[in-house]
């Protein structure tokens, strides 16, 4: 048999496992994932659109802790910024505070060194979802994109900001950087708290639930319900809301790649005469990511709806806004991969003057934007639509 046949059938055999591989790691998530419907609860939320403000309440908030400081975090860089949160939750630990940090095993730059110095000092360390069998190629996919910060059970924080001097733009790559967090004081952390503690014990740590965990917790004037999804449920929660819009969708998102019935359900709210934005970057952050995302605006130009190309700096901003009455930030990007493999955690909030903040910042990067036509749509080069036909084989993982 000649070399190159042989070549070729061990191509195929890795395409087919890889496939096979995928597909049952998929079901196995998809069989174990749990429904989870919190209540609705009651507290002060504070919007926290840009990353100056987001490290400097946060920071303040670990340096006040005294019982324990629990961070979850897909990223967390090798960089300045990062540096200092690390110094200073060595410092908290070495107070005796009970300090758990919890990262993504692909997402995690931090040194060996550094990593010896967190656990000499005290400090919980552990990576959330390692690569394991049988499901290799599956499980390498899926990540714990979830970002949580949990001080003393009484103060929590949830959004798009990852730890690094990116997200504070410092890399001249991207520039600027728009995200959205939120700081949540009160009623409203305990279901922030709980994820994290299972979110721990699945990094196969020892599940320690203490009381102090769960303080009484004051309530609030904003409304909100956290949603935490395991790759199952999030698809149709978003293909709820927007079936029930009757005026306005404000959608911001780094990625739009979002499958045919979240984007038939869009399609459907313009035609019934709903006006529907979407805003997201000029400019992408990944391979592909970009070029997956076209083949989807021109259906979705051709039924009216707005789409505005983010420019000054990178949009990683993830919210929807329905009618100004339900808003909906977190960690999920408006993709396949949120919907269907990562875990994730968003808040939703049903408070009219907060929403009004966030529709206000949004209407802002819409007047930083430019906004796709079908003319410019249709003179977009060769090289990228070739781009995009390689990104639709793959957009599932992108």
Same mark, same amino acid.
């Given at each position: ?88 939750i060595e410092g908290k630990a070495k107070e005796g505070v009970d300090v758990r940090l919890l990262v993504d095993k692909l997402g995690c730059d931090i040194k060996k060194k550094h990593l010896k110095q967190l656990k000499k000092a005290g400090v919980r360390f552990a990576y959330s979802h390692p690569v ?16 949580? /910060?949990?001080?003393?059970? %009484?103060?929590?924080?949830?959004? &798009?900001? *990852?730890?690094?001097?990116? $997200?504070? =733009? ?122 997956? /995302?076209?083949?989807?605006? %021109?259906?979705?130009?051709?039924? &009216?709806? *707005?789409?505005?190309?983010? $420019?000054? =700096? ?15 930030i977190g960690t999920a990007n408006f993709d396949k991969r949120s919907f269907h493999i990562n875990h994730e955690i968003n808040c939703l909030i049903y408070d009219a003057e907060f929403i009004q903040n966030v529709l206000k910042e949004m209407e802002h990067d819409i007047q930083i934007s430019e906004r ?27």
């Open positions: 048999m000649n070399g190159w046949v042989i070549t070729a059938l061990i191509i195929i055999a890795v395409f087919i496992w890889l496939r096979v591989d995928f597909v049952l790691g998929l079901r196995q998530q998809r069989k174990e994932a749990t429904r989870h419907v919190q209540k609705t609860r009651h507290g002060d939320v504070t919007f926290l659109p840009t990353g100056d403000e987001f490290y400097r309440k946060l920071f303040a908030d670990i340096e006040q802790a005294t019982d324990h400081v629990h961070l979850l975090f897909y990223i967390i860089r090798d960089d300045h910024i990062s540096g200092k949160m690390l110094k200073i394991s069998f049988p499901y290799i190629f599956f499980t390498f996919n899926r990540r714990n994109h979830r970002k949580l /910060a949990i001080m003393d059970g %009484k103060v929590g924080y949830i959004g &798009g900001y *990852n730890i690094g001097d990116e $997200y504070l =733009g410092r890399d001249p790559k991207f520039g600027p950087w728009r995200d959205f967090h939120l700081r949540i004081d009160g009623d409203g952390v305990q279901d922030l708290q709980g994820q994290f503690l299972q979110d721990w014990q699945t990094a196969k740590q020892k599940h320690m639930e203490r009381s102090s965990h769960y303080p009484t917790l004051k309530e609030g004037p904003i409304p909100l319900r956290i949603l935490p999804t395991d790759g199952v449920y999030l698809e149709e929660t978003f293909i709820d809301l927007i079936s029930q819009a009757k005026e306005t969708i404000v959608i911001g998102t780094p990625y739009y790649i979002p499958g045919e019935p979240l984007q038939r359900e869009l399609m459907a709210a313009a035609k019934r005469g709903v006006d529907v934005k979407l805003i997201v970057p000029k400019k992408g952050d990944h391979p592909l990511v970009k070029e997956a /995302a076209f083949p989807y605006f %021109k259906p979705l130009l051709e039924a &009216g709806i *707005n789409v505005y190309q983010y $420019y000054r =700096g990178f949009f990683h901003a993830k919210a929807v806004v329905i009618d100004n009455q339900v808003c909906d796709l036509t079908l003319e410019a749509y249709k003179k977009r080069p060769l090289t990228q639509r070739g781009k995009e036909q390689v990104a639709k084989l793959v957009s599932g993982l992108l």
